[in-house]
């Protein structure tokens, strides 16, 4: 893959980091992403805060601050009311607002299916972005949300999941990583990536790319959504687990005893999953005390980084 030349690009295409981001001055960056997704629920006005949560965490996963919004959306209106749409960009536009973004405007096109999504500007200091590589030996990692939507939503189509789980599932992903980046704003952050589409096998393996560093995860340690490890021993899955699995067969190891379920959870694919954070062992308990006083309960140390010996993730 070609490297961008144009020295204001700060971040590019070249590392798989969750935005991209282009220096104004020596104070300012823009951060850019975009994403959608197709709707892992059927009221209007909850796909519409879910989609827009999940665009908009790419900029706290690089130390942004949203800005501006536009909304991209695929929409069958031959099959669909016009009020539904409406619905989407209602939700969006109430998490774009509690992001202290502003939506500006955006694109409509027919699809077969509803898709939505956010193209979204954010701002940082170029010397204080994240990125998804940087992790240091000894460092402790972070992980803020509970895996396991994926599996959860698939499980719902067939009405194997209990309302309360759901209903647990939905805080979940509804919640903004805003306040999760800024708590760790006031630490020393060496990487972080948000957990979405590739499950957080996938993503962790991200942060490890190019490096002589392994990930050490505590399979007992990673927080999982209530009846998700249930649905795998059911025999529910997502479409994209053999996928993600594909993608870290190589590079991941399992102590023997680990069951096919906590395997799978590793791949399970997020909408609008935590942040994964490698920080300085010396500020972990710090780091976790402020993330749980500000409500990020779920917030927990899941492993530890090492250099590079057998497989550069280590589940145990």
Same mark, same amino acid.
């Given at each position: 893959?070609p490297?961008?030349?144009?020295?204001?690009?700060?971040?590019?295409?070249?590392?798989?980091?969750?935005?991209?981001?282009y220096r104004l001055n020596?104070?300012q960056?823009?951060?850019?992403?975009?994403?959608?997704?197709t709707p892992?629920?059927?009221?209007?006005?909850?796909?519409?805060?879910?989609?827009? =949560?999940?665009?908009?965490?790419?900029?706290?996963?690089?130390?942004?601050?949203p800005?501006?919004c536009?909304n @991209?959306?695929?929409f069958?209106?031959d099959?669909?009311?016009h009020?539904?749409?409406?619905g989407?960009?209602?939700?969006?536009?109430?998490k774009?607002?509690?992001a202290g973004a502003?939506?500006?405007?955006?694109?409509?096109?027919d699809?077969? !299916?509803?898709?939505?999504g956010? =193209?979204?500007?954010?701002m940082?200091h170029?010397?204080?972005?994240w990125r998804?590589? $940087?992790? *240091?030996?000894?460092?402790?990692?972070i992980?803020?949300?509970?895996?396991?939507?994926?599996?959860?939503?698939?499980?719902? @189509?067939?009405?194997?999941?209990?309302?309360?789980? @759901?209903?647990?599932?939905?805080?979940?992903i509804?919640?903004?990583?805003k306040?999760?980046? !800024?708590?760790?704003?006031?630490?020393?952050?060496h990487a972080?990536?948000d957990i979405?589409?590739?499950?957080f096998?996938?993503?962790?393996m991200?942060?490890?790319? $190019?490096?002589n560093?392994?990930?050490n995860i505590?399979l007992?340690?990673?927080?999982?959504?209530?009846?998700?490890?249930?649905m795998? !021993?059911?025999?529910?899955?997502?479409?994209?687990?053999?996928?993600?699995?594909?993608?870290?067969?190589?590079?991941?190891?399992?102590? !023997?005893?680990?069951?096919?379920a906590? *395997?799978e959870l590793m791949?399970?694919p997020?909408?609008?999953? $935590?942040l994964?954070?490698?920080?300085?062992?010396?500020?972990?308990?710090s780091?976790?005390?402020?993330?749980?006083?500000?409500?990020?309960?779920?917030?927990?140390q899941?492993?530890?980084?090492?250099?590079?010996i057998?497989?550069k993730?280590?589940f145990?």
């Amino acid at each position: 893959m070609p490297e961008n030349t144009e020295k204001n690009v700060l971040v590019g295409f070249e590392t798989s980091d969750d935005a991209g981001v282009y220096r104004l001055n020596d104070e300012q960056a823009l951060v850019f992403t975009a994403d959608f997704i197709t709707p892992p629920v059927d009221d209007p006005f909850l796909f519409g805060q879910i989609a827009a =949560a999940n665009s908009l965490s790419d900029i706290y996963a690089m130390g942004g601050k949203p800005l501006s919004c536009l909304n @991209l959306a695929g929409f069958p209106s031959d099959k669909l009311d016009h009020e539904i749409l409406t619905g989407i960009i209602s939700g969006a536009l109430q998490k774009i607002t509690e992001a202290g973004a502003v939506l500006l405007g955006g694109h409509t096109t027919d699809n077969k !299916e509803p898709i939505f999504g956010l =193209a979204v500007t954010g701002m940082v200091h170029p010397e204080k972005i994240w990125r998804n590589r $940087g992790a *240091q030996h000894g460092d402790q990692l972070i992980l803020t949300k509970a895996l396991g939507s994926g599996v959860l939503f698939n499980a719902n @189509l067939k009405n194997l999941v209990s309302a309360k789980a @759901l209903g647990e599932c939905l805080e979940s992903i509804v919640l903004l990583n805003k306040t999760a980046a !800024e708590v760790f704003s006031n630490f020393e952050i060496h990487a972080v990536t948000d957990i979405t589409g590739f499950g957080f096998a996938g993503h962790a393996m991200e942060m490890l790319n $190019g490096s002589n560093l392994s990930f050490n995860i505590s399979l007992d340690a990673i927080p999982i959504m209530n009846e998700a490890t249930e649905m795998y !021993e059911r025999g529910v899955t997502t479409g994209v687990n053999q996928t993600n699995r594909n993608l870290v067969a190589n590079n991941w190891s399992f102590l !023997e005893g680990s069951t096919p379920a906590q *395997q799978e959870l590793m791949l399970d694919p997020q909408t609008n999953g $935590g942040l994964l954070v490698a920080v300085t062992e010396d500020q972990t308990s710090s780091i976790l005390k402020a993330l749980h006083d500000a409500g990020c309960t779920a917030s927990t140390q899941i492993g530890y980084v090492s250099n590079f010996i057998d497989s550069k993730l280590c589940f145990r």
